[in-house]
């Protein structure tokens, strides 16, 4: 079983900046794909960002520019640098990771999530 552990959400003003980090644990043989997305209230989650083995990486259209993923691959931990945070920013944000045991069988876990809220 392997576990996800988000952290840095919290309370923000427009034009703030935000450091999510998901860190994971339990039984990884190897690390895929390591992701975020978000979801509000009455919407589908979406993803935010995504960043794969060899580092190519995958962006919403709206967080373009101003957020960032990065990856530290010997802490198994995931890292989003939000800056220029807008309201429509706001939402829930849970993490994703593709774990891969010692036969190759993938499986894609879930954080808890951790509330991004950007407000005045």
């Known amino acids: 079983q392997v576990q996800l552990v988000e952290s840095g959400g919290g309370l923000v003003q427009p034009g703030g900046s935000l450091r999510l980090s998901c860190a994971a644990s339990g039984s990884i043989f190897s690390m895929g794909a390591m992701g975020w997305y978000r979801q509000v209230p009455g919407k589908q989650r979406e993803l935010v960002a995504k960043m794969y083995n060899g580092d190519s990486t995958n962006y919403a259209d709206s967080v373009k520019g101003r957020f960032t993923i990065s990856r530290d691959n010997a802490k198994n931990t995931c890292y989003l640098q939000m800056n220029s945070l807008k309201p429509e920013d706001t939402a829930y944000y849970y993490c994703?990771?593709?774990?891969?045991?010692?036969?190759?069988?993938?499986?894609?876990?879930w954080g808890q999530g951790t509330q991004v809220t950007v407000s005045s």
């Open positions: 994703n990771a593709r774990v891969y045991d010692r036969t190759a069988i993938a499986t894609d876990y």
